[in-house]
């Protein structure tokens, strides 16, 4: 029998070396080549069919600078050249449905796809449907989520031919028994996606009549690189009522493109790995060339233990589990309390409940709790296991009536609030009043009007990631400098505080003594010399 090994609970070493497995996404463009595509978007002066291939180009960028092996392709539909391997008319394979690479990206990056825009009126949606299954069918052991992108500003096609848009129902309904998802993409603003494509999806099983939300093109990278994960599915218990609900991901940290082990002679990729072995405290140089074999230790002889009283409690790995476990996962009601938003309790990122109910009347009980706790200005308070055997937390339920679903902020528990009224007060409330000038008051309520702006900060970018993956991009596609990203958290140029607030700046700065408050400070400053520094030898 093997020896056991003992390891204390908090000096356990953190497994930095973390594998994370992705399941490969095949996404297939279907784009529509007639010539309404050539049409300008007002909102960015481009053509349509531009904006569908420079989404493409974007997607696939972001994909190979986190090191995906993803599949994607384009089929153009009613273009002006047909390929000659399909042998259908008006139907071209702009690129085909394979692993994205380098060399395809400057394909699609050199391409003039306006070249390909049909003159007439021909419209082979189904047959374009038809191969693009065809081409993921092929690739189908490779991947794991197959898409099916339709991007079109033609939302009534083919109005007059009934026999044919019957054809492409059958189809696209075809789409939801091979496992395929359909999603269209409306281009314009008039676009009314209620005349047919809704339809469409519909049918593809792609979404339900109540879960439907068009899918503009300014949306469809987002969608695409930063979906929304799914975090686990559970019954939601309201007293002997079970709803099962699906919790979503609502935002998420930064992933940086991690960092890999090389051997310097042949710059081969280096693996490292943990293992659990005796200790050894005596250490000599032939160490390296001893060829000795190390026992192995299996999880079976790893205790681990906790200081309580200055005496070891060993636990084993099953009885660690089963002292941590609180049950199966579930959302139990609790109560409902009057709505209260307070972000100093919040200890986490808001997650995001929907219904995942197929029975109707339990969907209208989803429902009416959520338009009950809107209309009344409640929130749920509920315990929830997310995970099997997982830890219980508590989390305010806070209704969204405009998504049809709660978000979930984590609330702390007793031991984790701390009270500061006791220390707050020596500072806030026992201060001094201080006077207050008219005149400067005036002018910071004209700097503030001056200075407001519209501004999405949930718009900006991660600056320190987009430098890191235009970087790579650049050494990647042998280019001499990289595009450099806008930084979108910087504040208002030199031109603007000209132009609005530097002449206010300076009456404020005659107002209050700004600069002899500053020299007051430097004189109080230490004025201690630092140490001279001398080399060895030298007094």
Known sequence: MSEQIVINLYDEPENDKKVYYDAREGILFLIDATQSMLHKDPNCNHSYIDECLKVYKNIMAQKMSWNKADYMGIILFGSSKSDPELQQKSIFVLKKFEKISIDHFKEIENCDISEYIGSGSDYPLHDALWNATLMIDKAKKSIYISKVILLTCQDNPL?????????????????????????????????????????????????????????????LEECIVRPSKAVSTLPWRIGSLEIS????????????????????????????STYFAPMSFHSDDDDDDDDTIVDNYTSSDVFKYQEYGQQKIVFSALELRELESTGNKRIELICFKPLKIDPIHHLSAPKYITCREKLKDKKLVFASILN???????????????????????????????????????????EHVRDLNEHLANFIYNDPPFPVDEDG????????????????????????????????????????????????????????????????????KDIYPLEEAASKRKKKQSTAQPKKVTKAGKT
């Not at 996606?193 to 792609?206: C, H, I, Q, R, V």
């Not at 890999?260 to 490292?272: F, P, R, Y």
């Not at 004209?446 to 718009?459: E, G, M, S, W």
């Open 441 to 508: 008051k005036s002018i910071w309520q004209d700097i503030l009007k001056k200075a407001f702006q519209n501004r999405d900060t949930l718009l900006c970018q991660n600056p320190k990631l987009q430098v890191l993956l235009a970087n790579i991009e650049a050494l990647a596609l042998d280019r001499e400098d990289p595009k450099k990203p806008k930084d979108e958290t910087l504040v208002p140029d030199d031109e603007w505080y000209k132009k609005n607030v530097k002449q206010m700046i300076d009456e404020l």
């Open 372 to 414: 009950k706790c809107h209309s009344k200005n409640l929130m749920a308070i509920c315990s929830v296991v997310q995970r099997q055997g997982g830890k219980l937390n508590l989390f305010s339920l806070i209704p969204n009536i405009e998504n049809g679903g709660f978000y979930m902020w984590q609330i702390p528990f007793l």
């Open 245 to 272: 609900v699906s919790i979503r991901s609502v935002s998420t940290k930064p992933k940086y493109p991690k960092q890999v082990k090389m051997n310097k002679a042949d710059n081969e990729i280096l693996q490292s």
């Open 159 to 219: 109005a007059t031919d009934q026999s044919e848009r019957h054809r492409i129902r059958l189809k696209a309904a075809s789409y939801h028994d091979v496992g395929v998802k359909l999603n269209v993409v409306g281009l314009g603003k008039t676009w009314n996606p209620d005349l047919f494509y809704k339809e469409l999806e519909m049918l593809a099983g792609s979404l339900s009549d109540d879960e439907y939300n068009r899918i503009c093109i300014e949306d």
